[in-house]
């Protein structure tokens, strides 16, 4: 339980390090990440590679001009976990100068140049945990 906690935390952490993947090919996803649990290359312009933890679930997407868009779910036992990981990731982003948009508590919108993300968090009954999903999208805009 610790380590799965303590996985997904650093794993949320990385969704910084993620959105500098915009842009990269499939092959350099692999070669940071390493192998992946399924992927999908098959259509040039729409490569899919997955990932999956016991706590968690994400998704790259490419085209022919690399990455374009990360999704990544992330589940937590507690609310107090989910929000501490995203403080922490809002915290990274602020550290950065990138604009944060809050839209209500555990929902933002945030700019970084090249790229824009929304981070959302709500509470999975059926499952008796807390899921904060985080996306990723290539932006026109610098």
């Given at each position: 339980?610790?380590?799965?906690?303590?996985?997904?935390?650093?794993l949320f952490a990385q969704q910084i390090k993620y959105c500098q993947m915009i842009g990269k090919e499939v092959k350099d996803i692999v070669k940071l990440y390493g192998k992946p649990v399924h992927q999908d290359l098959s259509n040039p312009d729409m490569k899919c590679v997955f990932y999956q933890t016991k706590t968690s679930r994400t998704t790259f997407i490419a085209g022919k001009e690399g990455v374009?868009?990360?999704q990544?779910?992330?589940?937590?036992?507690?609310?107090?976990?989910?929000?501490?990981?995203?403080?922490?990731?809002l915290g990274d982003?602020?550290?950065?100068?990138?604009?944060?948009?809050?839209?209500?508590?555990?929902?933002?919108?945030?700019k970084a140049p090249g790229v824009r993300m929304s981070l959302n968090l709500f509470q999975n009954t059926y499952l008796k945990k807390f899921e904060v999903k985080f996306k990723a999208e290539k932006s026109e805009t610098k």
């Open positions: 339980m610790i380590i799965s906690t303590a996985f997904a935390s650093s374009y868009q990360i990544a779910d992330l589940s937590y036992d507690t609310e107090k976990e989910a929000f501490k990981s995203i403080d922490r990731f982003c602020g550290s950065q100068s990138y604009q944060i948009d809050t839209l209500s508590i555990g929902n933002y919108n945030i």
